[in-house]
């Protein structure tokens, strides 16, 4: 399976609920960052964690990262219907060779409805 | 800043023809990939330039794929010949070395019938 695996597939959600979504990786990391994709569009960087943090926040995301776990969740608080999207996690693995190299999962479908 | 700038957005054409599609990246952005995206595969890296210079091709899928990069301002990815299982999306993709933040263009969606 791949680096950097979303769960869930698709979720579906109320107006004003939290979304969390998880990603689980494989090999150790430099950091681990989330995307969003609007239908149609390209992918838009959200929020970057690196390996020695454990959470991050970017107004309504919080970002968490357990590298013993090798898992990641991204939360949206208060979900408005704009945020319909897909969401991607990229892992940049901890491997010279492959600098710079992100590696996205498969993501998770959120659909947000008014 | 016009971002990441690619062409065409939409290409249809048939099995057998040439297709290159094109990339001009952020200025001052040392880093350029491309990727492709299917409903079956999702992204895959196709390749990486580190300054104008191809670092990791492994993602090519066979050698009806190439990719340039003559300055640091284009990149162009060839598929020659081109056939219907390259019918995807591919995206350019450029950052600043060192920030491995992704801005990403707003994709070529292929066709190959």
């Known amino acids: 399976s791949q680096q950097g695996e979303e769960d869930p597939q698709a979720l579906s959600i109320q107006e004003g609920e939290n979304a969390t979504m998880n990603c689980s990786y494989k090999?150790?990391?430099?950091?681990l960052q989330w995307y969003r994709q609007n239908s149609g569009r390209g992918l838009v960087h959200l929020i970057l964690?690196?390996?020695?943090?454990r959470e991050k926040h970017s107004g309504r995301l919080r970002v968490t990262l357990d590298t013993s776990k090798k898992s990641s969740s991204l939360l949206i608080t208060a979900s408005r219907a704009a945020d319909t999207a897909s969401y991607f996690c990229?892992?940049?693995?901890?491997?010279?060779?492959?600098?710079?190299?992100?590696?996205f999962g498969q993501g998770t479908i959120l659909t947000v409805h008014p | 800043d016009a971002g990441v700038i690619q062409s065409p957005r939409h290409e249809v054409t048939e099995m057998g023809q040439e297709v290159t599609l094109r990339c001009k990246p952020i200025?001052?952005?040392?880093?350029l990939f491309w990727y492709r995206q299917t409903m079956m595969r999702g992204l895959e890296l196709l390749i990486y330039?580190?300054?104008?210079?191809?670092?990791?091709d492994s993602g090519m899928p066979e050698d009806r794929f190439s990719a340039k990069m003559p300055n640091a301002s284009f990149s162009t990815l060839k598929i020659q010949p081109s056939e219907p299982r390259d019918s995807a999306v591919y995206f350019c993709?450029?950052?600043?070395?060192?920030?491995?933040?992704?801005?990403f263009g707003a994709g070529s969606r292929l066709t190959v019938l």
């Open positions: 090999t150790s990391i430099n950091n």
């Open positions: 964690i690196r390996s020695n943090e």
């Open positions: 200025s001052g952005h040392n880093s």
């Open positions: 993709a450029s950052s600043f070395q060192g920030a491995n933040v992704l801005t």
């Open positions: 990229a892992t940049d693995a901890k491997n010279l060779t492959s600098y710079g190299k992100l590696t």
């Open positions: 330039f580190n300054n104008n210079v191809p670092i990791d």
